[in-house]
């Protein structure tokens, strides 16, 4: 049985008034997790961060990630930075919106879109276990408030320049942000934050859609809300824990640190009630 990771965090970004703050944290702090409680060592965890987080050294990452895993093995994908979206192909009436992540040299021509994403893990092998936390936001908001660099909080999404465009005229675009990533509808995430779905992966996302995830001033230093909330909890049960309970105790965590975001999990029902991290039986 092998072990694999691919962690991503950017702070810096090409274009200005963008960077964060927390990104490159939450990956040392994913990092040190891996190898204290999941016998992950150095060789087994590829890193990208900062300049080195390009669209295409993203994609790279990922297709290896998930064209190495055989059965038995785990793999583990965390992306820390902004979430943002972008019009459709057909987006002259903005009937839809995709969601993206955004890499250090973000082209909102040429986005990285969920569609891609999902596309890749869906080539995942029968066998392989497959865990992806997104500490970013997706829907997000359209509006461009400005944070001051020394901000507790700021949500680590961009707003898109169509939509920055449309709300500066007065006219602000049609339709609503879509996704492919996680499969699972609207109405379904909005009875239950935990969610059912046929995807081969374990999902874990920063918050809900109406909501963003923070990138916060935490322990100290920033970090991302929802990868602060994870490890504390992780540390705390010493690795063992189930992914119902760890999703649970995190959201209480970040409840009582009076966080409004919501963490969502969702997978196939074997894999919700599966241990984190660990191999499919």
């Given amino acids: 049985m092998a072990k ?23 990956v040392k ?3 040190k997790i891996l190898a204290d409680f999941y016998g992950f060592s150095k060789a087994d965890i590829a890193v990208l961060t900062d300049d080195k987080a390009t669209q295409a050294a993203m994609e790279r990452g990922i297709k290896a990630l998930v064209a190495g895993g055989r059965k038995g093995d785990v793999l583990l994908m965390h992306y820390s930075g902004h979430g943002a979206n972008v019009p459709d192909k057909n987006g002259d009436e903005a009937d839809q919106r995709d969601e993206i992540l955004c890499p250090h040299d973000l082209d909102w021509k040429k986005p990285l879109l969920d569609d891609w994403l999902r596309t890749s893990f869906d080539k995942l092998r029968a066998g392989v276990s497959l865990t992806v936390i997104m500490d ?24 898109n320049p169509w939509d920055i465009m449309a709300e500066e005229s007065g006219r602000r675009l049609r339709g609503k942000v879509t996704g492919t990533l996680r499969r699972s509808t609207a109405a379904t995430r909005k009875r239950s934050d935990v969610v059912t779905v046929d995807i081969p992966e374990l999902l874990i996302t920063g918050c809900r859609d109406t909501q963003t995830s923070a990138d916060a001033f935490l322990g100290g230093t920033y970090n991302g809300a929802l990868t602060y909330a994870l490890t504390t909890v992780l540390r705390e049960a010493k690795g063992s824990i189930g992914n119902r309970e760890l999703h649970a105790r995190a959201i209480s965590w970040l409840k009582g640190e009076d966080f409004d975001q919501v963490p ?4 196939r029902k074997e894999s919700l009630d599966r241990q984190f991290l660990a191999p499919i039986a």
């Fill in 29 to 31: 702090s994913i990092g």
């Fill in 136 to 159: 970013c936001c997706h829907s997000g908001s359209n509006t461009r408030a400005l944070f001051p660099p020394d901000a507790k909080r700021i949500p680590r999404y961009l707003p």
């Fill in 4 to 26: 694999k990771a691919l962690l991503i965090g950017i702070n810096r970004y090409r274009m200005p008034g963008a960077d964060l703050r927390g990104c490159v944290n939450d």
């Fill in 264 to 267: 969502q999990l969702e997978g």
